[in-house]
């Protein structure tokens, strides 16, 4: 009896650690196929038209490169890519911004970025699985 | 007059127990219920609790394994070699043992920061080999070995180590498990020793990681205490039969 019991628990032993070794492994390529694979890339600038009234009261129109975003994204919102530091590692995450735009848009359907983006940002444009504000992401590209 | 002994026995190791089954329950249990989110939060969102582990393993195997020669060949000393002051010596030795780590440790640090030991594994290891705890057991439990063995291997050979090889140990072998397991447990669960002298994070071990819980994200601190008690656990499980026969083997004597 005390020979099965010795047998068991060294078996038991075993698993525990053979369990633990595989994890110290493989846990975080686990967790990472758990997480939206996202592409990320910076944001776009678009070049809008500047009108403006010389010294002379001549008006001018100039064209500027300025963050811009498309009208599709503004109703669903923009993801935009952080890193933090979690559970003593550093991880990206998603937040979820919904910019302030002006009223001026390009022809292929841009609009113009007031605030809620700058230009160093980088925006999620795929994803494998739904996002939401402050999930984290794993960052294929 | 037995079954009120035996219903007072049962009363106090529900109480010894009540902490070890609260911890089990509480890594399972949280405020919607029963779940294994407190396991999944700990193996599968916080990293840095593998190494941390290993760490651990490593430290106690290794002073473990390497006390023991230590011990074994210091205990024989005190027992068999005949010198003077052995007795002065060993009262230092005992006065060592009871003198609480909070007096020793600052000479300690001191003596490993002047070696560059600080923030090193040898940092760990090398003090607690040289513990004077295992030295003082294994001395009582030397005193009740059969000297005549021991003198019939020194007409055989003069090697010391030979002699202790062959006739001290063999006598010794439930003995020395029992050291080992208060070595191996003492070890496992130290962790002032790992908080001071340790300062990267990648050489903490589990007992530093349980005491720092609170500042990771998730419910890790009961299932990461759950697999804290379960190696001490399963080394007494294997060596229970050695430690009672250990225990209890000076008194027969």
Known sequence: ?141 | MKKLIGIIFFLLSGVFLLPVAATVFFSFYSEGGFTADGYKDLLFDCFVFYPMFWNSVLYASAITLAQLPVVILCAFGFTWAKFRGKGILFIFYIILMMMPLQVTILPNYIGLRDMGLVNTPWGIILPMIFSPFGAVVMHQYMKNTDSSVIEAARLETSSIFRVILVSVIPQLRVCIFAVALFVFAECWNMVEQPMLFLTDKNLKTMSVFISEAGSYTGAVLFPSAVIFLIPVLLLYLFFSDSLEKGLTLGELS
């Open chain 1, 1 to 141: 009896m005390k020979n099965i019991s010795k047998k068991i628990t060294l078996i038991f032993t075993v698993m525990f650690f053979a369990v633990m070794l595989f994890l110290t492994f493989f846990a975080e390529k686990i967790h990472i196929s758990l997480l939206p694979q996202v592409q990320a890339s910076g944001v776009e600038t678009k070049l809008f038209s500047v009108t403006a009234t010389d010294e002379n009261g001549n008006i001018m129109q100039y064209f500027t490169e300025k963050t811009a975003i498309s009208e599709e994204k503004l109703e669903e919102g923009v993801y935009v890519l952080y890193t933090a530091e979690k559970n003593g590692t550093k991880r990206s995450f998603a937040r979820q911004i919904f910019p302030e735009v002006s009223e001026a848009r390009t022809e292929d359907g841009y609009c113009e970025v007031i605030s809620g983006i700058s230009f160093g940002d980088r925006i999620i444009i795929s994803t494998t699985k739904e996002l939401f504000d402050g999930c984290e992401v794993n960052v294929i590209k």
